[in-house]
């Protein structure tokens, strides 16, 4: 377990590996532990980083920011204090959409950046993801376990072959989550629109979609390719909204190919 101090709290990282420096970003309810099997697969050839974002997983946070922006400025202040010069950025989900803006700002800085179940437009966001931006159905839904586990199930046990798994590790990074980073994190998400902005990013993106994924319209993989000028698409027909979990060698090896490969 590393942290790093920065004036908004206390960021909780993991690393693994050798190589090439890799950095992965978690999506929305989530944090770093999403990621070990995948540390563990690219780690003989890369240097991974799994950081959590303010307000989730190990992350001790003094901030009352927690929307994409942030984390965005989170991403770029992370790799300034670590010296990674430049390096490839995965997102998951909300981390995609942090991924691909960092990409945007700091193109400097991105070598190439993946997306996995991300929203390029936040209106693609399920219909009650949406209404937790808003900040008095979020404490509603915070404030009673019994609701918010039925509203976890619900996002995670259907569309997908490893649904049960999926809601156990959601849950539990779940209660993790500060009341303030739950509903302003995907408020700010559910506004984001990339579209306009992913013009003008040049460096490679690789866009992963599963087909049965309801939390996130897997139509925004064509909506990437549309608008992002050196961008593909890999479409995962078994996978729901976690292809890592629901195709992991499949997953793993889209991954690998890309970062050693893809242009």
Do not use: C
């Not at 799994?50 to 001790?60: A, I, K, N, Q």
């Not at 994190?185 to 579209?195: E, V």
């Amino acid at each position: 377990m590393a942290t790093m101090v920065t004036d908004q709290g206390i960021v909780h990282y993991e690393v693994l590996g050798r190589g090439r420096p890799v950095i992965l970003l978690h999506g929305w309810l989530g944090s770093w532990a999403l990621w070990r099997d995948t540390m563990e697969d690219l780690s003989k050839d890369f240097r991974t980083y799994s950081l959590d974002f303010f307000g989730f997983g190990e992350s001790l946070d003094r901030t009352s920011d927690f929307s994409v922006g942030n984390f965005v400025q989170l991403v770029n202040q992370f790799m300034e204090r670590l010296g990674i010069p430049k390096a490839p950025i995965v997102g998951h989900s909300m981390g995609g959409t942090v991924a691909l803006a960092v990409a945007h700002r700091y193109p400097e800085k991105t070598v190439k950046t993946i997306v996995i179940g991300s929203p390029i437009d936040g209106e693609s966001l399920n219909f009650f993801l949406k209404l937790s931006g808003y900040k008095g159905i979020a404490h509603t839904v915070y404030s009673m376990p019994l609701i918010l586990d039925l509203f976890i199930m619900g996002l995670t046990r259907f569309g997908s072959p490893q649904g049960g798994a999926i809601h156990r590790m959601v849950k539990q990074d779940a209660s993790k989550v500060s009341a303030d980073s739950f509903f302003e994190s995907i408020g700010t998400l559910r506004k984001t629109d990339l579209r306009v902005d992913l013009q003008e990013v040049n460096v490679p993106i690789l866009g992963i979609y599963g087909k049965r994924d309801i939390i996130v319209n897997p139509g925004q993989g064509k909506i990437l390719i549309e608008h992002a000028p050196n961008s593909r698409e890999e479409w995962f027909e078994n996978s729901g909204h976690f292809p890592m979990m629901d195709e992991p060698k499949r997953f793993h090896e889209t991954l690998r190919d890309f970062l050693n490969n893809g242009k």
